[in-house]
T-cell receptor
Framework: DTGVSQDPRHKITKRGQNVTFRCDPISEHNRLYWYRQTLGQGPEFLTYFQNEAQLEKSRLLSDRFSAERPKGSFSTLEIQRTEQGDSAMYLC????????????FGPGTRLTVT | AQTVTQSQPEMSVQEAETVTLSCTYDTSESNYYLFWYKQPPSRQMILVIRQEAYKQQNATENRFSVNFQKAAKSFSLKISDSQLGDTAMYFC???????????????FGKGTLLTVNP
């Protein structure tokens, strides 16, 4: 399977702990996106990378959140000092330029903060 | 900023019948793309159909077609010959085009849960 993969699929953590998620995009895709989806809502944009450069961050991405894509391949999203409001599905998507309109989504990481 | 509105939180349809999901959007951009994504229960989101704003012809993909009304900023999805596997959450999404300095991020509506009944 050469689609977008995410790990872990589920994460339960206690408030105040740090968590890190990983996303592996489709191998030839140079753009990578992170979205957050809460119950009953559509996904909301968090940040995106073109190759290894992080080019935009949403105001939703507080200073407790950090994302990296060190070699322009996989990406990590870390949340420090988790809060209950961070409970959500975190989705990763990738796309390729040119013709970058179509984004391919991974299965998501469901985070539950207790 | 762009907004996408899906006014139908839930819909149901009988197998083999036709159903239309509504979507409206608000933007001042002239160059953009519109999408319908499908998210089946506990499965990942997949693209159903896309429409370039500069194209007057409505997009069609097999049983899925759109009614794109640019002036009205309306973008509805019609599913013909509904199948049980069409049961899913459907999201309408907007993307600014390149000329608008786009980073190609998607702005989603809240979704419509479609249930196809046997």
């Amino acid at each position: 399977d050469t689609g977008v993969s995410q790990d872990p699929r589920h994460k339960i953590t206690k408030r105040g702990q740090n968590v890190t998620f990983r996303c592996d995009p489709i191998s030839e895709h140079n753009r990578l996106y992170w979205y957050r989806q809460t119950l009953g809502q559509g996904p909301e944009f968090l940040t995106y990378f073109q190759n290894e450069a992080q080019l935009e961050k949403s105001r939703l991405l507080s200073d407790r959140f950090s994302a990296e894509r060190p070699k322009g391949s996989f990406s990590t999203l870390e949340i420090q000092r988790t809060e209950q409001g961070d409970s959500a599905m975190y989705l990763c998507a990738s796309s390729q330029e040119p013709g970058a309109q179509e984004q391919y989504f991974g299965p998501g990481t469901r985070l539950t903060v207790t | 900023a762009q907004t996408v509105t899906q006014s139908q939180p839930e819909m149901s349809v009988q197998e083999a019948e036709t159903v239309t999901l509504s979507c409206t959007y608000d933007t001042s951009e002239s160059n953009y793309y519109l999408f319908w994504y499908k998210q089946p229960p506990s499965r990942q989101m997949i693209l159903v159909i896309r429409q370039e704003a500069y194209k007057q012809q409505n997009a069609t993909e097999n049983r899925f077609s759109v009614n794109f009304q640019k002036a009205a900023k309306s973008f509805s999805l019609k599913i013909s010959d509904s199948q049980l596997g069409d049961t899913a959450m459907y999201f309408c999404a907007f993307m600014k085009g390149y000329s608008g300095g786009s980073n190609y991020k998607l702005t989603f509506g809240k979704g419509t849960l479609l249930t196809v009944n046997p």
